[in-house]
């Protein structure tokens, strides 16, 4: 499977991105999605995911009510809208797919996309 990030870019805090992730080559409507960032000197972190049919999603505490995660099938794009973006929001995210096509598994995201970065100035 392959997954091209887009959307990345410098925005002021308090204001709103759209990630994009183009995928191919696996049935992505029965796939579990999901997107993680890596600031610079941390470690990759979960940030949100969602099921196939887009029924159910995840979202990291950090993010919840500020981030939504969606998904169009019939485009075979998973989709990460960001509002009210703070500085601590800032670094490469990344989507991914799971290997697993029904629950939303931190562990089970096997399939990776390139980065795109994201920062947030104050």
């Known amino acids: 499977v392959q997954l091209q990030a887009s959307g990345g870019g410098l925005v002021q805090a308090g204001g709103s991105l759209r990630l994009s992730c183009a995928a191919s080559?696996?049935?992505?409507?029965?796939?579990?999605m999901g997107w993680f960032r890596q600031a610079p000197g941390k470690e990759r972190e979960f940030v949100a995911g969602?099921?196939?049919?887009?029924?159910?999603?995840y979202y990291q505490d950090s993010v919840k009510g500020r981030f939504t995660i969606s998904r169009d099938n019939a485009k075979n794009t998973v989709y990460l809208q960001m509002q009210s973006l703070k500085p601590e929001d800032t670094a490469v995210y990344y989507c991914?797919?799971?290997?697993?096509?029904?629950?939303?598994?931190?562990?089970?995201?096997?399939?990776w996309g390139q980065g795109t970065q994201v920062t947030v100035s104050s």
């Open positions: 080559g696996r049935t992505f409507s029965s796939s579990v």
């Open positions: 991914a797919a799971s290997r697993d096509y029904t629950s939303i598994d931190q562990y089970k995201f096997d399939f």
């Open positions: 969602v099921t196939g049919s887009g029924g159910y999603t």
